[in-house]
């Protein structure tokens, strides 16, 4: 009787054994996920206080590639470009560049308003102050050689869609320009007044950071967006930084 009952446990023992083995055997023998450059991509809280948050998604793109920044939620209600260049950014491949994109978040309810006018002002302060407080300190002290602010217009520039850096003469107006002419749609113009320039890209610019604007009518289309967007995407991945 004992010796059965040993028997029985000797067997489960075995059939274990052999199943374990076979499990691990299996595991070793199934496909290798390639690695691609999502799998570096990581996501970060950066801080919050009481008006909001800031997060940052890391690494989109070539890791190895020259250090970009891109920067949404300034004005947390020209929200319909943040949206679009999250999505598109990351969808990319085959990317030259190693892209950071940081996402301010306010907690004011802004949902409500609908598309963009000039005179819409709910979160701008916050958005600003969001900037100045996580997202400049982060840029200027990462190993960035160029830098992305997002925004959107109600329609009250004499261009609808263009990239522009604050501060004249320097690397970051360069490459601003070079952007825009490497793009059939995306303009070159300053308005030589900008309510978040002294939160992020002026200070930017001013300590070694080139750093620019991207300007889009918030009335058009998704699809025009869509297209607009993805010009300046090529256009800031193929500068020579
Ligand atoms: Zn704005």
């Known amino acids: 009787m004992i010796k059965k009952r040993y028997l029985a446990i000797l067997l489960i023992i075995l059939i274990v054994a052999v199943y374990g083995f076979v499990t ?21 809280f950066l801080g919050n206080d009481s008006t909001g948050s800031v997060e940052v998604i890391r690494n989109v793109g070539n890791p190895n590639g020259e250090r970009v920044a891109y920067v949404v939620g300034v004005h947390p209600l ?27 978040n306010v907690d004011l309810d802004f949902s409500q308003y609908g598309q963009l006018y000039p005179d819409d002002e709910p979160g ?22 160029f830098a992305v602010d997002v925004h959107a217009h109600g329609g009250a520039y004499p261009y609808d869609t263009f990239v522009f850096c604050p501060v004249d003469g320097g690397t970051g107006e360069s490459y601003g ?11 070159y113009y300053n308005p030589y007044q900008t309510t978040s320039g002294p939160y992020l890209t002026i200070p ?3 300590n070694g950071i080139p750093a620019i604007y991207f300007e889009e009518n918030s009335f058009y289309s ?7 967007m993805m010009e300046l995407i090529r256009g800031v991945d193929n500068l020579k930084l």
Do not use: F, M, W
Not at 222 to 228: A, C, R
């Open 204 to 206: 930017l610019n001013e």
């Open 24 to 44: 691990i055997n299996q595991s070793a023998h199934e496909p290798q996920t390639t690695v691609n450059e999502t799998q570096t991509t990581t996501h970060e």
């Open 177 to 187: 320009r070079n952007v825009s002419e490497s793009t059939q749609n995306v303009s």
């Open 124 to 145: 701008r302060a916050e958005g600003q102050d969001l900037a100045y407080k996580y997202v400049y300190p982060a840029i200027v002290n990462g190993s960035y050689k």
């Open 78 to 104: 020209e929200n319909d470009t943040h949206k679009t260049l999250l999505n598109l950014l990351q969808q990319q491949a085959n990317l030259n560049c190693c892209y950071d994109i940081y996402i301010i």
């Open 222 to 228: 998704q699809d025009i967006k869509d297209s607009h």
